[in-house]
């Protein structure tokens, strides 16, 4: 069973970035499909971006499309999300999630314990 630990969030101004990193541990990454979610005060979890298990498709949100891109590197057991022009909207606590199998937007078993994200004007 893998474990999912992330980091990289924070406080950034409007238009700023941040990377978000998710590194594993307790399974071959490389069998899992990874997602990054997101859930903002008083609003249920929202599937932001996804990578399937090589690396070679990816899948994301409308609303960040163009501005954020997610990225594996299976050697280092670690995902990546990196997250350009920031909006206010964007202010979110930010999960990496995990499943065995292919690439899909929903249906993820593992989970991390998340990072805040924090957009300011």
């Known amino acids: 069973q893998v474990q999912l630990v992330e980091s990289g969030g924070g406080l950034v101004q409007a238009g700023g970035s941040l990377r978000l990193s998710c590194a594993a541990s307790?399974?071959?990454?490389?069998?899992?499909?990874m997602g990054w979610f997101r859930q903002a005060p008083g609003k249920e979890r929202e599937f932001v971006a996804a990578?399937?298990?090589?690396?070679?498709?990816?899948y994301y949100a409308d609303s960040v499309k163009g501005r954020f891109t997610i990225s594996r590197t299976n050697a280092k057991n670690t995902v990546y999300l990196q997250m350009n022009s920031l909006k206010i909207d964007d202010t979110a606590v930010y999960y990496c999630?995990?499943?065995?199998?292919?690439?899909?937007?929903?249906?993820?078993?593992?989970w991390g314990q998340g990072t805040q994200v924090t957009v300011s004007s």
């Open positions: 999630a995990g499943r065995l199998g292919p690439i899909i937007r929903y249906d993820y078993h593992y």
């Open positions: 307790g399974g071959t990454f490389s069998n899992y499909a």
């Open positions: 990578i399937s298990r090589e690396g070679t498709v990816q």
